[in-house]
């Protein structure tokens, strides 16, 4: 499988996704990964599945563990 291409943005050293098509590709496979061993470890429950897509000023999009209730917290 073809990775998902993607750069290091000068807002950080995080990944950066130069479309959100792009980005929504590699957060689906990171869940479909952490589903997979969550799966072999035999725990279903607290798997956290919080991840978001957020654009950046620069125009690129990152992936962020944040929950929605600490993103909306920080947003206020
Ligand atoms: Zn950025």
Known sequence: MKPVEWQTCLCSSK???????????ALGRAQAKRDRHAERQGVRRGIAREHRIY??????????????REYLGAAA
């Open 15 to 25: 990944r950066a996704f130069a479309d959100r098509r792009s980005a929504e590709k």
């Open 55 to 68: 654009r950046c000023d620069r125009d690129l999009y990152h992936l962020t563990k944040q929950s929605r």
